[in-house]
């Protein structure tokens, strides 16, 4: 069973940044992927970003170049840096974890974009 707790959202101003924690309950080499999903009211569940045990990375067409995913294997954490923030990213932000075909969740963070 893999713990994750996330931190990091809040209120920011458009063009602004944010960066979002997720901390596991295990060291991040023993998950195969990691990733961030975002869901805005009444909208489904959307992949923001990923990160593989290799080091892989992508995102949505609608974050590139905005957003990076990295990860600190020392302290089992993996971040999403949020540049350039819009209104249409306010959204809460999930945190998943893969391990041998198995998902995990975090409990979300709520991130909004608002003058």
């Known amino acids: 069973q893999v713990q994750l707790v996330e931190s990091g959202g809040g209120l920011v101003q458009p063009g602004g940044s944010l960066r979002l924690s997720c901390a596991a309950s295990?060291?991040?080499?023993?998950?195969?992927?990691m990733d961030w999903y975002r869901q805005a009211p009444g909208k489904e569940r959307e992949l923001v970003a990923f990160?593989?045990?290799?080091?892989?990375?992508d995102y949505a067409g609608s974050v590139k170049g905005r957003f990076t995913i990295s990860g600190d294997a020392a302290k089992n954490t993996v971040y999403l840096q949020m540049n350039s923030l819009k209104p249409e990213d306010t959204a809460v932000y999930y945190c998943?974890?893969?391990?041998?075909?198995?998902?995990?969740w975090g409990q979300g963070t709520q991130v909004t974009v608002s003058s």
């Open positions: 998943h974890a893969v391990v041998r075909a198995v998902g995990y």
């Open positions: 295990e060291s991040i080499f023993s998950i195969d992927v």
């Open positions: 990160i593989t045990k290799g080091g892989s990375t």
